[in-house]
């Protein structure tokens, strides 16, 4: 395996996780121009810049594709922050050991987010983000109360945005309800729904037909994996096969949305017939078991799409209730790796932004903000980092240069606007040309000189904050790790394993909810370690997509697992008596225990059976669900690992340092 190069790391961080928001990114420029309009009206010629970024900021937050009752939460949540930071900023103006302490505050609390969850963390970012902003703007012109008064201005003009929410709420839901039937959804991103749809009131129809989503979406995804490792007949009828299926899975987003019940099995059908002829071997089992399982979920599917969709009998996806105690009690220590990342980040935010203060300084600024964008949890992130951010914003300050050259400074006033909607647009799905964007509007509406020796002056700087975000990284705390990643995905299966036993009672086990956190927390931290070595992996050599896309999909199911358990164990905290399940318990720990073994040692073992429990007496309709969802994720952890093993991805990759 040949190592990548810095051309080679450079094209895998800048690939793109989506499409361009063009519609989002046009209403947030003309939100953020009318609150500055609203604001010169008022007076408020002081808070300009702040309510304009503020503004932006809001409309980012009020447009993520979550539901109402959870972006109202989180809007607020963003304001208060907002606020205390500007306002903290305005009270530390009175001295320096006061703006340290405030900086000390925001830096480590912000970051800290991260032990929560990766979208706790990022909030946590753009809440220090905002901070930061506030030491850059805020000045003794103006008292506290006026700071407060343009924070709420912003917010209030962006909550425009939650009129349209309000009116398409429910189509908002139909939406995230049809994302995993998008072929272009990843199995990771369809989790992300799934957790953003936890707590919802869903339909028994909507319900059903998110969870039929996301086994098809699974089943597609290890379709495409086994397609890459055949040849012949067999690969044109099964890449058929794949593609009729995908252009059903389509109609079926578009039924759900539309109300429509469009689309035809078959040549579903008959595709699986040719399929049947070729079988002549062992080796198409596999071929034939995909193709007949997703045949069944779209029967299944056209059977809910043809019922009435009613308001009564709601159901919810329940995710684990962990207590603010519990988790700090897990994770508040200098073995997780964001607790360090948070001390090392404290202490270079603090240090740069004291010179901020002090000096005022442009270079001293550029400087800071180099550190806040490029420093991460790890060495090899942070390093990552380097290379994406520095490189985009060289290539920008080229284009600034140009456009320097090119345009009168008038016009330069316009094209710097126009690079604020690009920023918006690419904001997060292009991370890269969003960064570019960013560094040309402020290089041009922010201008030292002329627009070269403001150019110049501001690569340079970004380049020393890269360094010293580096410095930090490698030697205050550093996560450094040796990969094992087939002994990774083994640690991982066997921490489902754990959790299983702390959940599911039986005749030795009664649930006790602060073990199964105990577990669950051990699960999230092997988790962490399988996503860190998945990219370590993807970064460090080339001619990997297919093995990179192997242990991505394996470890999305082992987080479904995961995810399910947890519904399980939030049932049985809800006071439901559970029948006799000590057998099912039994398969599913066999199950996993073969599975950690087999990834363990390379070799291939005979799948551990898991009982369905349809129709058994005493095993109520609400719990089938539960044991369904958590017998599908076996079955695609077995058969992954089964093409893993025979294709040689879960023999490599086994020391990496």
Request: proline share 4%; with cysteine.
């Amino acid at each position: 395996m040949e190592k990548k190069g810095f051309m080679g790391k450079l094209k895998i961080l800048s690939k793109p996780t989506g499409s361009p928001q063009w519609k989002l990114a046009a209403r947030s420029i003309i939100l953020m121009v009318l609150a500055v309009l609203i604001a010169r009206y008022l007076g408020f010629d002081e808070g300009l810049l702040a309510v304009m970024f503020i503004t932006l900021m809001a409309t980012i937050i009020i447009d993520l594709p979550l539901p109402l009752r959870k972006i109202i939460p989180l809007a607020l949540a963003g304001f208060l922050m907002t606020l205390l930071a500007f306002v903290s900023s305005s009270l530390a103006l009175s001295s320096l050991p006061v703006f340290l302490f405030f900086t000390v505050v925001w830096a480590f609390f912000s970051i800290s987010l991260y032990i929560f969850s990766e979208t706790a963390g990022l909030f946590g970012f753009m809440v220090f983000t905002g901070y930061f902003m506030s030491v850059l703007l805020v000045n003794k012109n103006a008292p506290p109360l006026d700071w407060g008064l343009y924070i709420v201005l912003a917010y209030l003009v962006a909550s425009i945005l939650f009129i349209p929410k309000l009116i398409h709420r429910k189509d908002d839901i139909l939406k995230m309800v049809a994302s995993p039937y998008n072929p272009r959804t990843p199995l990771e991103k369809v989790l992300l729904t799934r957790y953003a749809l936890s707590g919802v009131p869903l339909s028994r129809r909507s319900y059903e037909l998110f969870r039929m989503g996301t086994y098809l979406n699974g089943f597609r995804g290890y379709g495409e994996l086994i397609l890459s490792r055949l040849s012949g007949e067999s690969k044109d009828i099964f890449q058929s096969f794949m593609e009729i299926a995908s252009q059903n899975s389509l109609k079926i987003a578009r039924s759900i949305t539309n109300h429509e019940n469009e689309f035809d099995l078959e040549p579903v059908d008959e595709k699986i017939l040719k399929l049947q002829e070729t079988a002549n071997d062992q080796s198409m089992n596999a071929v034939l078991d995909v193709a007949q399982d997703m045949s069944s979920l779209f029967r299944r599917v056209k059977e809910l799409l043809a019922e009435e969709e009613t308001s009564s009998n709601k159901l919810r996806i329940e995710s684990p209730r962990n207590s603010l105690q519990e988790v700090l009690k897990a994770n508040f220590n200098l073995r997780n790796m964001y607790i360090r990342h948070a001390l090392r980040f404290t202490l270079a935010m603090t240090l740069g932004l004291m010179v901020v203060y002090l000096t005022h300084e442009r270079s001293a600024i550029w400087v800071t903000m180099g550190i806040l964008i490029i420093i991460k949890p790890d060495v090899t992130s942070t390093l990552n980092n380097m290379i994406s951010r520095v490189s985009f914003n060289f290539t920008a300050i080229l284009l600034a240069i140009a456009l320097g050259f090119f345009f009168p400074h008038q016009m330069l006033v316009w094209i710097a606007f126009i690079m604020l909607f690009l920023f918006r647009a690419f904001y997060p799905t292009y991370m890269g040309l969003s960064v570019m964007a960013m560094t040309i509007f402020v290089v041009l509406v922010w201008p030292t000189g002329t627009v070269f020796e403001n150019a110049v002056a501001r690569i340079i700087d970004i380049s020393i904050g890269a360094i010293l975000a580096f410095i930090c990284a490698y030697l205050i705390l550093p996560s450094r790790m040796t990969v094992d990643l087939p002994g990774q995905i083994a640690r991982t299966i066997g921490a489902n394993r754990e959790y299983v036993n702390a959940v599911i009672p039986s005749e030795d086990v009664v649930y006790n909810h602060e073990h199964a956190v105990t577990t669950f927390r051990k699960y999230m931290l092997e988790d962490k370690n399988l996503e860190s070595a998945i990219k370590k992996v993807n970064d460090t050599f080339n001619d990997v997509g297919d093995d990179v896309s192997f242990y991505n999909e394996l470890g999305a199911t082992n987080r479904k697992l995961a995810a399910d358990i947890s519904a399980l164990a939030t049932l049985i905290e809800s006071g439901v008596s559970l029948p006799n399940i000590s057998r099912f318990k039994e398969q599913l720990m066999d199950a996993l225990n073969e599975l950690a073994l087999s990834v363990d040692k390379s070799v291939v073992l005979p799948h551990a059976n898991v009982d369905k429990y349809h129709g058994v007496e005493g095993v109520p309709l609400y719990l089938e669900n539960y044991l369904d969802w958590i017998i599908s994720d076996v079955k695609f952890i077995q058969e992954g690992v089964e093409l893993g093993l025979k294709t040689g991805a879960l023999k490599r990759y086994r020391e990496m340092n």
